[in-house]
């Protein structure tokens, strides 16, 4: 059932944008007023709901100290109620009509400093600075910034509003509010820390293969050698059960560090 209504979401995205439904066009007279299902580059505009909105930012457990970047920002309203929790905050929108549109919706708010707008496609835009990203474009887009929201620093967070990323699962999703009737599901990721390889230990090594945020291997130590079970990146955080013990630990680089059942101390060295 959820699966067909994201489907019937993501066809009523897409014919909207190919069957070109008007736009209002800027006059001099009448100040622009984008219309619900109005074509856009990759994908028509429909805002996301208020209450959504927060929700995805509270997903997103932003701080003060991220910096947020909407991709395909449409009217402002992620960005500029991103900068009123504190954040610097950025949109990037094709239409140009909707940034000017969003800048004078954040001036008009107050935090037109923090909230800005840059004309331009998301595909050929820099955001990788970016400590939260957001999103509400369609699967198949979410698909095509998979490989660069990858490379991001681990423990980027992204929350997409109705489309998931294909086959890389979520780390959290919600379903919005009990009043929602449309576009109402929220998904997170947390970028990954890349541990894919060998890494050298105590007395023996750990082997990790990993599909996006989850891990699957083998841990051998004193020539004894047990798959890993229950493994996961979350950010540079990593942890897994071996032997009946509990590793959890950190990433950074070609190093881990971290703790077995709560106190004994464990590191790793990657050798490949
Ligand atoms: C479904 S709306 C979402 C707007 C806003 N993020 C929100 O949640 O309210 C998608 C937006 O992406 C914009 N867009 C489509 N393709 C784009 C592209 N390649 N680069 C930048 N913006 C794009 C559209 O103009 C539209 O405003």
């Known amino acids: 059932m959820r699966q067909f209504q994201i489907l019937a979401a993501a066809c009523a995205l897409t014919l909207l944008s190919a069957q070109g439904i008007s736009a209002q066009q800027a006059t001099t007279a009448t100040p622009y007023a984008p219309t619900v299902g ?23 457990e ?14 402002g309203r992620t960005v500029i109620a991103a900068a009123k929790r504190g954040l610097r905050a950025h949109g990037i929108e094709f239409n ?35 400590t939260v ?28 509003n109705t489309f998931t990323m294909g086959n890389w699962e979520p780390d959290q999703q919600i379903s919005g509010e009990p009043n929602c009737t449309s576009f109402c599901r929220a998904y997170k990721w947390i970028i990954p820390a890349k541990v894919e390889g060998r890494w050298r230990m105590a007395g023996g090594e750990l082997r990790l293969t990993q599909s996006y945020q ?5 841990l051998t130590l004193n020539g004894r050698a047990t798959e890993i079970s229950d493994a996961r990146m979350q950010g540079r ?7 009946g013990r509990r590793y959890v630990g950190e990433a950074r680089g070609d190093r881990m560090t971290g703790q077995v059942d709560g106190a004994e101390a464990w590191t790793a060295q990657r050798e490949s």
């Open 96 to 130: 140009p009509d909707l940034v000017e549109l969003s800048r004078r919706n954040a001036a008009a708010e107050g935090v037109g400093e923090r909230a800005t707008f840059a004309q331009g496609d998301i595909f050929q835009s820099d955001f990788s600075r970016a």
């Open 133 to 160: 990203v957001t999103m509400f474009l369609l699967q198949s887009l979410n698909e095509r910034l998979r490989p660069i929201l990858l490379d991001m620093e681990p423990g980027t967070r992204v929350v997409s």
């Open 237 to 243: 955080q990593i942890s897994f059960s071996a032997d």
């Open 38 to 60: 109005q074509p856009g580059k990759d994908v028509v505009w429909v805002p996301t709901q208020a209450a959504l909105v927060e929700q995805m930012l509270d997903m997103a």
């Open 214 to 218: 989850m891990l699957t291997g083998t």
């Open 62 to 75: 932003v701080t003060p100290q991220d910096y947020l970047v909407d991709l395909g920002s449409g009217d």
